[in-house]
């Protein structure tokens, strides 16, 4: 089993402070999701969980069983067993997706190791098919003109091919219709198992009919605030975040907003 | 006071080299003056660039002798890996001045299509090189650098494919250069008569670290009426030489011209590449990549000029700036009256690699007619960190990363090259220039 560990997590981005102390603990075989309204600090912890190189960490520890993942490169968090399931992934001219692909799957291997060609197409060939991905994809150039749903299926993609030990997925619903969101919840139900965790930052409950979560935990104020089981995703669904409000005393939620 | 500059040849230099290589009069003469021309025109003002200080005039020696080739396979491995040997048809090499191969396959021979070096082709077809040597697309009094160009001719080659003729297989034309002694006054001449198409690709290897010598090369390539030339060229001349490297098309009523530019040398290069749609409904593509390091100077112009209603022209510049290399990027759309729905589109981006580098990227817009599209794009920067993020948050290391965002930003060319050989051989000189 692995474990990632969070700890009074506090980040800054261009000097505003944006977390002010997260904890929270992942362990494989283990899905959370993080939830809360727009601009509560969810997405600053993906981010800086991966190392996105314009929020600043300025307190607190993120370990992946033990190791000090902040101490990390971005590469050598991913090669440690991250992944980030981007909001907003970028587009790269002149790079095949397959390309892409395939050097990242060399990446976390040792030179000599590399996967071969056969092995590599089969395996993309399948993941694709349970995206429902059109084939010609591979051959397109990394995210250049995709539409936001393909965008999210290529994310998936990615995270299918290379079986990392923890991801996070960023709003990976957000703009997605229900068909998309049955296919990309569809793949990373594939992932769960023993050797998998992850982390999913949602608005919205509705991704969570399709991958259920183990514990629910909202955020508000860059905190987070309250931890449960499902049953918290289906409480916030049928009456909202108010409530939370209420019995925390939060008039506004967002960050920079003090209790 | 004028600083007089001195020719390296006198005016009967070039005259017994005419002799020598048996050219009809009509060239000679017209090598003869602009010998006379050379002596008093200026050189270019390219934008940006100052090059009265470079040495366009002075070379060690005009011509050298190679031996031929029997065959392809004799070829030094970094020339021979550019072809396909058992299948490539069509290809003319030249060692240095010397033609060193020809072949042409029958079927195409028989079409009429003509592959010679150029002094073969102005005994054999005096009337044709007569025709468009240098006069309808390149003039002789343009400047300093044409006029010698002229004068000091010492190699080409003439492609010619007539009316309704489709050159299904690409023709290959290999230049190498090797030894530091060698200059190059290369003169291609492209003609693709009414409705006829072909797909031409050039290499300029040099199998030489370094060279004394000049190179003032001039391409002229005629589309006519509903031609199509695709133009692929790598040029991967050594450090130390001059470089003035001119291709210019002129393309008719529904003629497409297609360049793909691999821009590789490792000397200070003067760059010009203009298309003339001059034909209504003429069409041109200009794409070129270039990678500069160390201390190279080099200024690229493209540009389309549109003369016909309803021309479109495209041109696309990227450049990846390392080490103290300075590049200067014009790409000019110029819409003459008269020109009315024309469409002019430049793109031209320079990726720096390093502080000490310098890249400029200018797109120009000069328009004398009302209804035309137009537009522009232009971008210096370094590497996106933002990008660099993404492709490592999948383990790729930065050094990775950084090598295949530069890959792919020079990708448009590489993608465009139509020979496998020379499309891998200009990925593995980008792979070694930006390393």
Known sequence: MSTLEIKGLHVEIEGKEILKGVDLTINTNEIHAVMGPNGTGKSTLASAIMGHPKYVVTAGTVTLDGEDV?????????????????????????????????????????????????????????????LEMDQEMAQRYLNEGFSGGEKKRNEILQLMML????????????????????????????????????????????????????????????????????????????????????????????????? | MTVEMKLALTGEDVRSYSESNREPEWLAAKRSEAYQLAETLQL?????????????????????????????????????????IENQKNIYVQRNNTPAYLKLSDELKEQGVILTDIFTAAREHSDL???????????????????????????????????????????????????????????????????????????YLSLSKDSKGLANIISEVIAKDGAKITYGAVDVLAEGFTSYINRRGVAGRDATIEWALGLMNDCDTIYENVTHLVGDGSVSHSKSVLVGRGTQKQNVTAKTVHWGKGAEGFILQHGVMKDEASTIFNGIGKIEHG?????????????????????????????????????????VGRVDPLQLYYLMSRGISRVEAERLIVHGFLAPVVSQLPIEGVKKQLSEVIERKVR
């Open chain 1, 70 to 130: 902040l101490e990390m490169e971005v590469d050598e968090r991913a090669k440690a067993g991250l992944f980030l399931a981007m909001q907003y992934p970028s587009e790269i001219s002149g790079v095949t997706n397959a390309d892409f692909l395939r050097s990242a799957i060399n990446s976390q291997r040792e030179e000599g190791e590399e996967i071969s060609l056969m092995k590599f197409i089969r395996e993309l060939d399948s993941k694709m098919e349970t």
């Open chain 2, 339 to 379: 020109a009315s729905k024309s469409d002019a589109v430049q793109e031209s981006r320079v990726l720096m690699l390093s502080e000490k580098a310098r890249g400029d990227a200018n797109p120009i817009l000069l328009i004398d007619e009302d209804d035309v599209t137009a537009g522009h794009a232009a971008s």
């Open chain 2, 129 to 203: 090189v007569q025709k468009y040597f240098m006069d309808d697309a390149v003039k002789v009094d343009e400047h300093k650098l044409t006029a010698l160009h002229a004068a000091f001719m010492n190699g080409g080659v003439f492609v010619y494919v007539p009316k309704g003729v489709e050159v299904k297989e690409p023709v290959q034309v290999l230049f190498l250069h090797e030894g530091e002694e060698v200059s190059l006054f290369n003169h291609a001449i492209i003609v693709a008569e009414e409705n006829s198409a072909l797909t031409y690709v050039e290499n």
């Open chain 1, 163 to 259: 079986k990392p030990k923890f991801a996070i997925l960023d709003e990976i619903d957000s703009g997605l219709d229900i068909d998309a969101l049955k296919v990309v919840s569809k793949g990373v139900n594939e992932m769960r198992g023993e050797n998998f965790g992850c982390l999913i930052i949602t608005h919205y409950q509705r991704l969570l009919n399709y991958i259920t979560p183990d514990h629910v935990h909202v955020m508000m104020q860059g905190r987070v605030v309250k931890s449960g089981g499902p049953e918290l995703a289906q409480k916030l669904e049928a009456q909202g975040y108010d409530w939370i409000k209420e019995e925390l005393g939060i008039e506004d939620e967002t960050v920079g907003q003090e209790a």
């Open chain 2, 44 to 84: 270019p003002k390219p934008d940006k660039t100052k090059i009265h200080n470079w040495n366009f005039t002075e070379f060690p020696v005009h011509a050298v002798h190679d031996e031929p080739l029997t065959g392809l396979a004799e070829l030094p491995q970094e020339a021979r890996a550019l072809i396909d």
